[in-house]
């Protein structure tokens, strides 16, 4: 038994600046016994395309194994794509004070007020210090640089780790319908069938 990764570019339409795309990658567990029939049937049929190599029909079993691995990775991508959107857009109304000392406390995000543009000659260092002290405690402030820290912050994480946070911490409310996928044949598998041609 081993994994084999597999990887979709979906497309989720049009938009002003070009197609809209969400991208994900998963695995799928396959046995030996499995990883030899789709090697012999891609060397006996020369092609990968799913339909052609009759899985469905002639392995039933490996065929819903590949089927869901693919479903649920499509599916995953596509919700992690409206999760941030609605992140990215302020669809969600979440405790901000909450998420960002939890944030604090256990992802590295800390608040460090800024100067923005050019400071004249005339103000002295000490007044300096004080605005930023006052600016620290500006609950505005703070609320703005979170809002910009936090997508990047995501991005990070996998897909797992950003998902579970956002369903933890930022109260999202998207409604996922089914989604359109195809069934495909691990690329590893593919290079092996060639490997072996």
């Known amino acids: 038994m081993a994994e084999y990764k597999i990887e979709c570019i979906q497309s989720l339409g049009m938009a002003h600046w070009g197609e809209v795309t969400a991208e994900g990658d998963s695995t799928v567990e396959l046995t030996d016994e499995e990883v030899k029939v789709l090697v012999e049937l891609i060397r006996e049929k020369r092609t990968t395309d799913v339909k052609e190599l009759n899985l469905k029909e002639n392995h039933p079993a490996l065929y819903e194994k590949l089927d869901k691995a693919y479903h649920d990775m499509v599916y995953r991508a596509e919700e992690m794509h409206w999760l ?5 857009n302020g669809y969600y109304e979440y405790d901000i004070e909450k998420v960002m000392k939890y944030c604090e406390e256990n992802c590295g995000y800390e608040f460090v ?14 007044f300096i210090t004080t605005f930023l002290e006052v600016r620290k405690e500006n609950i505005e402030y703070k ?7 936090l997508p ?14 956002i369903y933890d911490h930022l109260n999202p409310n998207i409604e996922m319908g089914d989604v ?7 690329q590893a598998i593919f290079d092996m069938a060639k490997v072996n041609d």
């Open 152 to 165: 990047s912050y995501l991005h990070s994480l996998s897909q797992d780790e950003a998902r579970k946070f």
């Open 180 to 186: 359109s996928y195809e069934v495909d044949i691990p």
């Open 143 to 149: 609320s703005q640089d979170f809002r910009e820290w």
């Open 84 to 88: 941030l959107h609605g992140l990215e």
């Open 113 to 126: 007020p800024t100067i923005k543009g050019d400071i004249p000659d005339n103000i002295s260092p000490e």
